[in-house]
């Protein structure tokens, strides 16, 4: 099984941090399972860390290259992924989403037919089959 990552989750399994769930943990180390990032992750990264350097101390370089040492795969953003934002939808009175950052993850992962592991909320409100929430 192909697995995308949101941020927060990947920011949790490089980091080894205890809110990673036990079973987006089974997920990840799942010799079966090839894991991505997104590009659009350490982008994100690196502007939060701009923004608030002593809330996230790792930038996007540094998230990047610590993704590489786990063995996890770059998804780059593709003109497709661009796309798929038209039809996107989500369940019935759920909120405005406004983190396009997490919509595009959502798109690239449905583009590509992978599995994107979220903890976030928001995230799980999208109607596409691709999002797990975990």
Not at 19 to 35: M, W
Not at 65 to 84: S, T, V
């Amino acid at each position: 099984m192909n697995l995308l990552l949101d941020t927060h989750i990947l920011l949790w399994a490089i980091l080894d941090d205890s809110r990673l769930s036990k079973t987006a943990r089974r997920f990840i180390e799942d010799a079966g399972n090839k894991v991505y990032f997104s590009v659009i992750s350490p982008w994100k990264v690196q502007i939060k860390h701009q923004l608030h350097p002593d809330d996230l101390t790792l930038d996007g370089k540094q998230l990047a290259a610590f993704c590489r040492e786990a063995g996890y795969l770059a998804l780059p953003l593709k003109l497709p992924h661009i796309y798929k934002l038209a039809s996107l939808e989500r369940n019935p009175g759920a909120p405005e989403h406004r983190d396009p950052f997490d919509r595009m993850l959502v798109c690239q992962a449905s583009v590509e037919e992978m599995i994107l592991l979220t903890h976030d909320k928001r995230i799980g409100e999208y109607t596409d089959p691709c999002v797990l929430m975990v």
